[in-house]
């Protein structure tokens, strides 16, 4: 079965666009070290002062990713009228588009990391700046869950595709939940990391959409 909705094509390389460039920037960043733990602020500044290239390669990635998902949940809700409950794909596109704007706003954050770099004192400032960044993808990666559960319900797919999309939910909300389990510590390193692979199947899944909706199917 085929599709040749222009709104569909369009969706499906923006959710693949949205994938390739945050792996890209995960790609930048976790080797960097530029994962930028809050529980050491003075350590994340010296990381990005020390490789601000890299710090804004990967953030530009980011930001492409977060802006192409952003897109691809306005392109879905735009497109919600021949679907069979429309409102649950507004909903799902709602969600989606919400998850990319609070991902930026979480770079816009990490941005800022890069001036701070060169102020003394601002040991405080940058505990606040990074705090807020990583609460604020934390926020993104809640979202993002939602829309996946939103969407696998309300977006027409093969059964093994819905099912999968229910399945993907779980690991993600680990992620999500990850952060809280830490108390006024912050997550380490190694629990960031395990963050990222936990939110992993959400965006394989969003990716295997977009290439569905890319072939028309």
Same mark, same amino acid.
């Given at each position: ?181 830490? #108390? ?10 395990? #963050? ?10 969003? #990716? ?10």
């Amino acid at each position: 079965m085929t599709d040749s909705n222009p709104g569909n094509r369009l969706t499906g390389v923006l959710l693949l666009g949205s994938l390739i460039a945050m792996v890209a920037g995960a790609a930048v960043a976790v080797p960097s070290g530029l994962t930028l733990n809050p529980s050491d602020p003075a350590a994340a500044l010296a990381a990005v002062g020390e490789r601000v290239g890299p710090h804004l390669i990967e953030l530009a990635l980011d930001v492409l990713g977060w802006l192409a998902l952003t897109a691809a949940g306005l392109v879905t809700a735009a497109g919600s009228a021949g679907a069979p409950r429309p409102y649950l794909v507004v909903l799902a596109g709602g969600l989606l588009a919400a998850a990319g704007l609070a991902g930026m706003l979480h770079d816009a954050g990490n941005l800022a990391l890069t001036r701070l770099t060169a102020v003394p004192e601002v040991a405080a400032a940058a505990t606040a700046t990074i705090l807020t960044a990583k609460w604020t993808v934390n926020l993104a990666g809640l979202l993002w869950v939602a829309a996946t559960a939103a969407t696998a319900a309300a977006v027409p797919m093969p059964t093994a595709l819905r099912r999968a999309g229910a399945i993907v939910v779980l690991p993600g909300l680990a992620a999500v939940a990850l952060p809280w389990t830490t #108390g006024v510590r912050g997550p380490s390193v190694e629990m960031e990391q395990l #963050g990222y692979a936990l939110h992993l199947p959400v965006m394989l899944w969003f #990716g295997v959409l977009g290439w569905r909706y890319l072939r028309g199917r």
